[in-house]
């Protein structure tokens, strides 16, 4: 008999859920051989740092606020588009029940290893996404050497806030709508979910030239309602900016809230 | 052994179980009959922890499945109708995923696993570079099988085991539940082939809608009831006599 450790149910799962992750539903279809995941998750994080130059090549004329803002603006579209698609997929697959249930696990140590996989894959996007962006954020207006740990730290969070509004929205539309007719609408969900953060990514990249993003207490109070504003003042008022810390605090406050209470 | 008291199940106004009780000892194969919509998996989904029930408890080996459900579904092994699986991994991923969490360490999953590579004659090229997404019906259910019996429980719960499998991993299969019995398992075999069950089981429950109709060995069973066949106990308990009479007309009616 082997006197190996072996290791909890909980890290189990979520070597589980990692692989189902990266396997995804493409090797299934595909069907027959098993598919690298190293290679799959590499060239993913390569094409998310690619996109990462978009923003970055803006830097230099940009308030250090203004950029982070819009750096967490494009992970928000991006990374956040990515794990809600696979979101759907890992947190509501219909056969688990029959698989797992049985087993000497609970539903709260599948649901708590779903959560921490996909926090970890939505920081390795991120990450990913932000490597440009890190470096030229040295160069915006009134950013100082903190700003790298300061949007280090502010990304890490908005990933959670992602992460936990994605568990709790497809929560709450499971609850509203019932399994059946959810999994009708997950399809459409996603895709909503989908426009929506382009949308915002959209936005986001336009407010490079904007004044009033520089001004929120001059009219730009509505900006407050975007989250990755409230993680670019966090950056700002840790990392330095030309911008009015006075004006950054609520926002700031509002993300750390948000983040809070979501997670 | 499993032990059954007044076990309810509702969903919404319907009953799915209506106070079931059944007593299954150890070095038993009960069978579990009845018709669709009967409360059988229903039954099967609450023993093995699956669904709460509203109401009574279950026990195996005396672990109550609602109080200490991860201590009695360590005790248990089961194998769903659906056959499901994770289709992205292959079958040697599955099944040692699923002997960690009983805690079963790589290096003693590995020799039990092929052993029932070689009852089942499953190609190991195929169980270590396949995803299951890729395996035959059969071959699925011969990995869901081994994921149920890895950890040698003490009580199998199985619902259609047979569906999928050849019939020379049929044979085999009842053979092993026969010697798995031998050796003091308790188990519970809920089919619709009744055939399967007369033959492989010790006794037979009947169930419809939602309750327990009778229960005991298939030959009493039929003397009492003055049935020549279990088909006939069957059909004449859960309310479906007149079927063939039935199917001749409808046949004469498609074809007509």
């Known amino acids: 008999m082997s006197t190996a450790v072996v290791p909890p149910p909980d890290k189990v799962l979520c070597a589980l859920f990692w692989k189902l992750l990266f396997r995804g539903r493409v090797a299934q279809q595909m069907g027959a051989q098993k598919t690298r995941r190293q290679i799959g998750l590499g060239i993913t994080l390569l094409i998310y740092a690619l996109i990462g130059i978009i923003p970055a090549a803006f830097a230099v004329n940009a308030d250090s606020f203004v950029f982070a803002s819009v750096l967490h603006g494009f992970t928000f579209s991006f990374a956040s588009l990515t794990l809600a698609s696979n979101a759907g997929t890992m947190l509501f697959m219909k056969e688990e029940a029959e698989i797992l249930l049985h087993r000497p696990v609970t539903p709260n140590q599948m649901l708590r290893a779903k959560c921490a996989v996909l926090v970890g894959f939505a920081l390795l996007l991120a990450l990913a996404l932000n490597l440009a962006g890190l470096i030229a954020g040295l160069f915006t207006k009134g950013a100082t050497w903190r700003f790298i740990p300061a949007h280090l730290l502010s990304m890490a969070l908005l990933m959670l806030f992602s992460a936990a509004s994605i568990v709790l929205v497809y929560n709450a539309c499971l609850k509203w709508f019932g399994r059946e007719r959810f999994d009708n609408l997950l399809a459409s969900l996603q895709s909503l979910l989908a426009i929506l953060m382009i949308l915002s990514g959209q936005i986001m990249s336009r407010m490079l030239g904007l004044d009033t993003f520089k001004h929120l207490e001059n009219g730009g109070v509505w900006l407050l309602a975007l989250p990755p504003v409230w993680f670019g003042a966090l950056d700002a008022l840790i990392g330095g900016t030309s911008v009015n810390s006075s004006t950054l605090w609520p926002p700031a406050a509002l993300g750390l809230l948000a983040t809070g209470l979501t997670s | ?256």
């Not at chain 2, 081994?146 to 020379?168: C, F, I, Q, R, S």
């Open chain 2, 1 to 256: 052994m499993i032990s059954i008291q007044g076990l309810t199940k509702h969903f919404g106004t319907q009953t799915a179980v209506d106070h079931l009780t059944l007593e299954v000892p150890p070095g038993m194969i009960v069978g579990l009959l009845g018709p669709n919509g009967a409360g059988k998996t229903t039954t099967l989904k609450m023993i093995t922890g699956m669904l709460q029930p509203d109401a009574g408890t279950a026990l195996i080996c005396g672990v109550n499945v609602v109080t200490q459900p991860l201590e009695a579904k360590r005790l248990m092994g089961f194998v769903p109708d659906s056959g499901a699986v994770y289709e992205s991994l292959t079958g040697l991923e599955f099944l040692l995923m699923i002997g960690a969490l009983y805690g079963i360490h790589e290096d003693v999953a590995r020799p039990r696993i092929r052993q029932f590579l070689d009852f089942f004659e499953l190609d190991e090229q195929t169980l270590t570079s396949k995803l299951l997404g890729a395996y035959s019906k059969g071959m699925r259910r011969k990995v869901v099988i081994t994921a149920a019996l890895l950890h040698h429980p003490k009580v199998v719960l199985l619902d259609e085991p047979l569906d999928g499998l050849d019939a020379n991993a049929a044979v085999g299969f009842k053979a092993l539940l026969e010697t798995l019995a031998r050796e003091g398992k308790t188990i519970v075999y809920s089919s619709h082939v009744l055939d399967v069950v007369e033959r492989v089981c010790d006794r037979v429950a009947i169930m419809a809608q939602g309750k327990l109709l009778v229960e005991g060995t298939p030959a009493d069973l039929q003397h009492a009831h003055g049935a020549g066949t279990l088909e006939q106990l069957f059909t004449r308990l859960t309310g479906l006599s007149g079927l063939e009479a039935r199917a001749e007309s409808f046949a004469k009616n498609l074809l007509s």
